[in-house]
Antibody, heavy 119, light 112 residues
Framework: EVQLVESGGGLVQPGGSLRLSCAAS????????MHWVRQAPGKGLVWVSR????????SYADSVKGRFTISRDNAKNTLYLQMNSLRAEDTAVYYC????????????WGQGTLVTVSS | DIVMTQSPDSLAVSLGERATINCKSS????????????LAWYQQKPGQPPKLLIY???TRESGVPDRFSGSGSGTDFTLTISSLQAEDVAVYYC????????FGQGTRLEIK
């Protein structure tokens, strides 16, 4: 059974940093692209970032480019999102998700971890 | 970036009736080399992560009831629920994966 479990969320002050983790199990982690998607309270889904299977290629939404860094440790079956210079508008539930095919649709999702940026 | 726009923003349909949600992309998501539309549909219920319903615009994910269907090509797409059930109350999102991914704003589906 595929499982994705996010952790690392919490309350952080504006300008602060946080690192999210996503522990994967039930599949060959090193074979799949992975994504982060966020959802502000009561709002829609917003794609944040993606990384290819070996970690050599990454992409970011304009809203987080230069502040967030996606990475992965295929030996530990774990995906990361390092978030720096956090702003109030980064407040959201952050989901990690695994693709179903190549870099495409998002087949498996974690339950999400809440990040709250507030003083 | 490709912008995805859904209509309507909310929809109320009677049980057993058809529900139709539209999604328009700002540029074509049809890849000519394989003739595939890089478009997916998701369902999200309160307090839950999204669930994949449809990919390649019209391919139903395993286990998704056949009352859900996707259609369209190029820039205009539709998700249809042929006979609305109570458990279909949710927010529905389209997503393109032709380029850096993007979601529509969502359509809230309720029972009339």
């Amino acid at each position: 059974e595929v499982q994705l479990v996010e952790s690392g969320g919490g309350l952080v002050q504006p300008g602060g940093s946080l690192r999210l983790s996503c522990a994967a199990s039930g599949f060959t982690f090193s074979s799949y692209w992975m994504h982060w998607v966020r959802q502000a309270p009561g709002k829609g889904l917003v794609w944040v970032s993606r990384i290819n299977s070996d970690g050599s290629s990454t992409s970011y939404a304009d809203s987080v480019k230069g502040r967030f860094t996606i990475s992965r440790d295929n030996a530990k079956n774990t995906l990361y999102l390092q978030m720096n210079s956090l702003r109030a508008e980064d407040t959201a539930v952050y989901y990690c998700a695994r693709v179903g095919y190549s870099s495409g649709w998002l087949l498996y999702w974690g339950q999400g971890t809440l990040v709250t940026v507030s003083s | 970036d490709i912008v995805m726009t859904q209509s309507p923003d909310s929809l109320a349909v009677s049980l057993g009736e058809r529900a139709t949600i539209n999604c328009k992309s700002s540029q074509s998501v049809l890849y000519s080399s394989n003739n595939k539309n890089y478009l997916a549909w998701y369902q999200q219920k309160p307090g839950q992560p999204p669930k994949l319903l449809i990919y390649w615009a019209s391919t139903r994910e395993s286990g998704v009831p056949d009352r859900f269907s996707g259609s369209g090509s190029g820039t205009d797409f539709t998700l249809t629920i042929s006979s609305l059930q109570a458990e279909d109350v949710a927010v529905y999102y389209c997503q393109q994966y032709y380029s850096t991914p993007g979601f529509g704003q969502g359509t809230r589906l309720e029972i009339k």
